[in-house]
């Protein structure tokens, strides 16, 4: 038995059918129903990606060798940068922090400053915010154009795991080498804070020194590796993500990568403030 075609009111007609008076409401709802929808599906889609990442992982024979590779590309090459941005970025706290202090406060302030702001923040969120726009943008911009010229198809052909091949060996390497590339942030990040403070504005080593120890603990490195790992898990997750379903060619290439930088930008800040919350009232 064939039902009558009867208008239904909730039938999804075009906008411009209703009338003037309704359609702005319409198009926002739709709007809104459209986002939330984009919203799950995508975030359906990392889920899958995720189960073929850990499916991955049962193939070492194919991404242990590209692993190592991956390691000296992400972890070696981005060292000097690292250490550039650490050495201004501690200088500049401890500067900032002796010329802020009002006549009375003890100068081994500036000391614990450097290193709280530095260990505790600034070493691994700069440090990771710099390596999304260099090693990110760059795993997105070669696994998207693998992708866009079939070179991930031939893979399969081949009888490789493209995703074990491609992906696996990346997220290993950025989950190992962020929390050495921070280590060294930290370090060089507190002795530029206490060189510019000994030598710059004349702070007595010993008294920077005594800031340095003051209220020390080992959860304090521990706090900033474990931002470190997150943010190399971030990382290596979103733009190989982008990458590996990028399409369109060239501009889908450009577009991927754009939109990896951004989206693991904003990951990096949100795991930012959540490590914060959970784990800050341990640093006490």
């Not at 060292?79 to 201004?88: D, M």
């Not at 760059?138 to 091949?165: H, K, N, S």
């Not at 370090?187 to 080593?205: D, E, F, M, R, W």
């Not at 920077?208 to 790992?229: C, D, H, M, N, W």
Request: aromatic share 10%; proline share 5%; with cysteine.
């Amino acid at each position: 038995m064939t039902l009558p075609n009867v208008d239904h009111p909730l039938q999804n007609r075009p906008t411009e059918a209703f009338p003037v008076v309704q359609r702005t409401g319409i198009r926002f709802f739709r709007r809104v129903t459209n986002t939330v929808g984009g919203l799950f599906a995508e975030t359906g889609r990392r889920g899958y990606f995720l189960r073929d990442i850990a499916r991955a992982f049962g193939d070492p024979a194919t991404y242990v060798p590209e692993t190592i590779r991956q390691m000296r590309r992400i972890g070696v090459d981005s060292l000097p940068l690292t250490v550039i941005v650490a050495a201004f970025i501690g200088g500049v706290v401890a500067l900032q922090t002796r010329y802020q202090l009002f006549p009375g406060v003890e100068l081994s302030i500036v000391g614990l400053a450097t290193r709280m702001v530095h260990v505790l923040e600034l070493g691994p969120l700069l440090t990771a915010l710099v390596l999304t726009g260099r090693v990110g943008a760059r795993m997105t911009a070669e696994i998207g154009t693998m992708r866009v010229t079939e070179q991930i198809d031939a893979l399969e052909t081949l009888a490789y795991d493209p995703v074990a091949f491609l992906v696996v060996p990346r997220l290993l390497a950025c989950l190992v080498m962020l929390p050495v590339l921070t280590i060294f942030a930290d370090a060089v990040g507190v002795y530029s804070g206490y060189l510019v403070g000994t030598k710059v504005t004349a702070i007595p080593s010993a008294d920077f020194i005594e800031g340095l120890r003051l209220g020390f603990t080992p959860f304090q490195i521990v706090y900033s590796l474990l931002k470190a790992f997150f943010f190399g898990a971030a990382i290596a997750f979103n733009c190989a993500y982008e990458g590996y379903n990028t399409t369109a060619g060239a501009e889908g290439v450009g577009r991927a990568t754009a939109r990896a930088v951004v989206i693991t930008s904003v990951v990096i800040l949100v795991i930012d403030a959540l490590t914060a919350v959970v784990l800050a009232p341990l640093l006490q």
